[in-house]
C-alpha cells in the first residue's frame, strides 16, 4: 500500500529521509533539500552580496548538486552572487578526463565560465606519473595535499572572493573519525568549520555540510542531473574508505549517526594547556602552512629528488634527510 507523503500534500512518498524519518514525495523532497540548503546558506553568513564564488567542479554528484541548488537558490532569493566553475585536472588517465566531461556539460547547463588547472602545469606531475614513482600505498596523500593547494591557487588566479567546495555531512563524519583515529588534534578541532580561512587566503565554505550523502544522490536522480559516478581509479587503497565503510555500517543500525557525528565533531573541545600549530606561510610557495615548508612542497621535493618518501611522515623524518644530503 503506497505511503502518504508526510508534508500532507496528498501525493504518495517516494522516498524516507535518514535525517529526519519523514516519508517525502519528490516535491516535497525537493523543497526540503532546498530549504535547508538555503537556512544553511543564511544562519552561517556564508557569502556577501556582489560576491565572485568558485564553485569546485570535479563532475561528482556532490559538486554538480551544489552548483546547481547555488544557482537556483541564487535566482530565487537574489543572493547577488556571481559563479565560476574550477576543476582540477590531477592527470588520472580514465578517470579524471572522463569526469571533465561532464564538468564542461554542467558548464553549459548552467551557464557558468570554467577554468581548469592541471597538475602538470602547476607541479610538472601527473598523478599517474606519481602513482609509476610512489606506487598505491600512499598515493592518495599526493593527491589530497596537491589538490587543496591547487583549488587555492585556483582561486587565487580567479581573484574569487570565495571558494564552495561539496563536501557533505557523510564526508565530515568520516574526517572526524579519521582525526579521531589518527589523533589528529589540530585537523580535528577545525575539521567541522563550515567556513575556513587564514590571514592572506581566499575563505572556503561547505553549503552541503548538513545534507546526507544519500539524499544528494535522490537529489540529482529525481531532478535527471548529469554526475560522473565512476570511482577513482587509485582510491580503492584510500585510508578514508575504511572511515566510509565504518560509519556506513553505524548509519545501517542508526540513520542519525552521520548528523550525531558531525554534531559531537562541532562540540569537542581542545584544553588551553595543549600547544596548538600556527599557521603562517610556507617560506617556498608563499601558500598557507603551519611549518616553514608546507607538505605540498615538501612532497614536491621528495619527487624531483627521486626520494618520494621524503614528504611522508613526520617533518622530523624530512628534516633529517634533508640535513644528510646538504651534508653529502
Known amino acids: 500500500m503506497p505511503v502518504l507523503c508526510s508534508a500532507n500534500c496528498g501525493s504518495n512518498a517516494v522516498l524516507k529521509r535518514p535525517k529526519t ?3 517525502l514525495c519528490k516535491e516535497c523532497f525537493f523543497w526540503a533539500f532546498e530549504t535547508e540548503v538555503h537556512n544553511t546558506i543564511i544562519s552561517n553568513k556564508l557569502f556577501q552580496r556582489n560576491s565572485l564564488v568558485a564553485i569546485a567542479a570535479s563532475g561528482g554528484k556532490d559538486s ?19 559563479f565560476v566553475l574550477l576543476s582540477i585536472d590531477e592527470g588520472i588517465t580514465g578517470y579524471r578526463d572522463d569526469s571533465l566531461e561532464t564538468v564542461k556539460k554542467n558548464q553549459e547547463d548552467y551557464e557558468m565560465p570554467l577554468k581548469i588547472l592541471s597538475y602538470e602545469e602547476l607541479y610538472g606531475w601527473t598523478m599517474d606519473q606519481i602513482v609509476a614513482q610512489i606506487g598505491r600505498k600512499n598515493n592518495c ?19 574569487v572572493d570565495c571558494l564552495v567546495t561539496g563536501h557533505n555531512a557523510d564526508d565530515i563524519a568520516e574526517t572526524v573519525l579519521m582525526n579521531i583515529l589518527r589523533g589528529d588534534i589540530a585537523r580535528l578541532q577545525r575539521c567541522t568549520a ?16 548538513y545534507t546526507y550523502e544519500r539524499e544528494i544522490v535522490m537529489y540529482a536522480y529525481f531532478k535527471k542531473l548529469v554526475y560522473f559516478s565512476t570511482e577513482c581509479t587509485f582510491a580503492p587503497n584510500a585510508y578514508r574508505g575504511y572511515a566510509r565503510v565504518f560509519l556506513k555500517d553505524l548509519e545501517r543500525m542508526r ?22 600549530p600556527e599557521r603562517g606561510k610556507c617560506t617556498r610557495c608563499g601558500f598557507v602552512s603551519s611549518q616553514e615548508i ?16 621524503l614528504g611522508i611522515g613526520k617533518k622530523s623524518h624530512a628534516d633529517r634527510i634533508r640535513k644528510a644530503l646538504a651534508e653529502f
Open 141 to 159: 596523500t599526493f593527491c589530497g595535499v596537491f589538490r587543496r593547494q591547487a583549488l587555492d591557487r585556483g582561486a587565487a588566479l580567479l581573484r
Open 194 to 209: 563550515i567556513t575556513t580561512t587564514s590571514e592572506g587566503t581566499i575563505p572556503r565554505c561547505k553549503p552541503l555540510k
Open 21 to 23: 524519518g519523514d516519508a
Open 64 to 82: 554538480t548538486v551544489l552548483a546547481y541548488v547555488l544557482k537556483l537558490l541564487n535566482e530565487k532569493y537574489d543572493y547577488g552572487l556571481r
Open 294 to 309: 608546507c607538505k605540498a612542497c615538501s612532497l614536491l621535493e621528495g619527487l624531483n629528488r627521486g626520494l618520494p618518501k
Open 255 to 276: 540513520p542519525t549517526a552521520i548528523i550525531d557525528i558531525l554534531h559531537s565533531g562541532e562540540q569537542l573541545s581542545v584544553k588551553d594547556s595543549v600547544k596548538m
